[in-house]
Structure formats: C-alpha cells, structure tokens
C-alpha cells in the first residue's frame, strides 16, 4: 500500500508537471487570459492577462493515479475513489461554464450565484445519495475528538450534508485569491486524507490513491501557480479542488472532519459573511480593508505591515498543516 500511494503522488505530479509545460503556453495563444476585479488591491491589476483554467493540470494528474494505481481496486469493487473523481468532475465542470463565460464576456462575471448553487445542490444530492446506496455514507454523525456517533433523521442528515457540500466547495472558491493559495492550503488537507486511509486501509485503499495523486497534481501544479504565477487554476480547479475536499470526508463518513481540517477555508468564508454583514449594518463601514481574510493582509489591514503573497501562502500553509495533524488524531479512533 506505501508504495502504491507514493507511485500515485508521483504520478500525479508527473503528469501535472508534464502537461504544463505544453498547456500554459497553449492558453496563451489563445488569449484564456483572467480578468481581475475592479474593486481588488489595485497591485492585482498586473495579473490581468494570466492564463486560467490551469486547474486541469492537477484534475489530469489525479485521473491517471486512479486509473493506473486505483485500477485494481475498482475492478475489485471498490469505487470509493472513482465516485469521488466524478463528484469532484461535475463540480470542475459548473467551474469550466463560469470561466467560459467569463472569457466569453471578457469580465470577471461568469454563471450568476443562482444557477452556480442550483448545479452545486444537485451535484451534492447525487453524490450523497450514490454514497448512501454503496454503503460509505451512514445517517450517523461522527465526532471527531469524542470519538462518538450520533444518530440523526435520514432526511435531515442528508439535507444538512447537501448544503455543508454547497459551503466548502465554495469557500474553498473563495480562497483562491492570490498565487499559490488555495492550491497549497489543499496540500495538507490531501495529505491528511492519504494518511488516515493509509492507517485504515481495507476498503479505503483506492481514496488513499484519488488523495496521493490529486497531492502530487498539486504540487506539480504549484510549479506554474507559484508567486509570481504563470497560470491561474480558474473556477475549473477551485470547484473541483471543494468538490474533491468535501467528497473525501464524505466518502470516509466523517463530515464533521471538515471543521478543523478546513480552518482555513472556513475563516476566509467567515470573514466574507462578516463583511458583508457589517457594510450592511453600518449603511457602507467596513470591518475590514478587504474580504476575504488574505485580501485584508494584503492591504496592510489592523498591523499596519502589508503582507507579500508568499507571506499570507507561507502563513496559511502552516496553519493548514497544524489542522491536518490536529484533525488526523482527533479522527484515529474512527475505525480503529
């Protein structure tokens, strides 16, 4: 099992790497260059032009570690990982339809929030119940920490886990702000996942391949996303970066991992709701300089000290990493 969770991370990374090379200079030429916010941080404004939609470069690394490493395991019946890569597909293809429509319109407007979360909810309600029908997926909530379970409603686990889906692909979208953040924020979420189906094993061997190969895509991704980036993963591979987060913890029955595995998603999110909250309250005050959170950093927000990108990347990396650990061990007794 080690060697084959190191194969498909290297393989991942391979093939992310390799496919670069050719597809960063391809979106090029044919313009797939990003438009930037009016309202961002007016030193974002250089960016404008940066190809996007790079996120297909980790989804490509990912799929060939499950079909090649996860093969065995799928023609074994385990289809744990290959639920997951559609799920998380599904969402990468809502993210392709709003960066086309964004290029098309050439402008940083895209699907409109309405038919983004209507194609969301659907996807999330036919995992959950693909999920539930293979027998990943139980009406009992695991906590982590305490170890224990606790008995729900079908229909209101099903519907509270259909929105927590909707939430973190979201703010997962939300993170991806400035060069290289939300890809190496994901890295230790990944590598957390491949660590706890490493320890299980069993039937988690294929999820330990999808979580191995999407790490090593995005690393191999990062070669090209690094401050100053030469390519954007676009909404292409934010949403299937969310769909493949939630998707994992869903596959291994355990949604409420999200929380302190996706500290950091979730403060970029909480800031956003709160400034949008207080800017409403105040009649146009705003708690901060700009949301979310990075964007705050940026502008020199509270300290005064304007954080570089590699800073608030370096910063919240950490931080990613000490939720991984903390969330590896408040999990290990799950199916011990």
């Known amino acids: 099992m080690t060697l084959r969770l190191i194969e498909s991370l290297l393989t991942g990374f391979a093939v992310a790497a390799l496919l670069g090379t050719a597809y960063v200079p391809w979106l090029r030429k044919i313009k797939a260059g990003q438009e930037i916010k ?61 960066d086309y429509e964004k290029l098309k319109k050439k402008q940083n407007l895209g699907l409109s929030a309405k038919a983004k979360f209507i194609l969301q909810l659907a996807v999330a ?25 606790i008995h729900m409603p079908e229909w209101l686990y099903f519907a509270l886990c259909a ?12 993170t991806d702000g400035i060069d290289g953040l939300a890809a190496s924020v994901s890295v230790p979420v990944f590598l957390f996942y491949t660590a706890v189906t490493f320890f299980w094993g069993g039937r988690y061997g294929a999820l330990g391949v999808f979580s191995a190969g999407l790490t090593g895509g995005l690393f191999g991704f990062l070669l090209y996303n690094h401050h100053p980036a030469r390519c954007f993963m676009g909404d292409t591979g934010s949403l299937f970066l969310g769909g493949a987060v939630c998707g994992m913890a869903f596959a291994l029955d355990m949604p409420l991992i999200l929380v302190p595995l996706c500290l950091v998603f979730i403060l970029e999110t909480l800031s956003d709701i709160i400034q949008v909250g207080y800017f409403k309250l105040t009649h146009g005050k705003r708690f ?36 991984a650990v903390v969330s590896f061990f408040a999990c290990m007794g799950r199916y011990a």
């Open 38 to 98: 009016e309202i961002g941080p007016n030193w974002h404004k250089t960016k404008a032009g940066t190809p996007t939609m790079g996120g297909v470069m980790f989804i490509t690394g990912v799929a060939a570690a499950v079909f090649t490493f996860g093969f065995t395991f799928i023609r074994g019946g385990e289809l744990g990982a290959l639920f997951v890569l559609v799920f998380s597909l599904f969402f990468g293809a809502i993210g392709f339809l709003d």
């Open 125 to 149: 309600v036919a995992l959950l119940y693909l999920l539930r029908l293979e027998g990943y997926l139980t009406p009992a909530l695991y906590v982590p920490f305490w170890n224990i379970t």
């Open 163 to 174: 929105f927590v889906v909707v939430g973190t692909v979201n703010s997962v979208n939300l």
């Open 288 to 323: 901060f300089k700009m949301a979310p959170f990075h964007h705050h950093l940026e502008m020199g927000g509270w300290l005064g000290h304007k954080w570089t990108e590699n800073q608030i990347v370096g910063l919240f990396t950490a931080i990613s990493l000490v939720c």
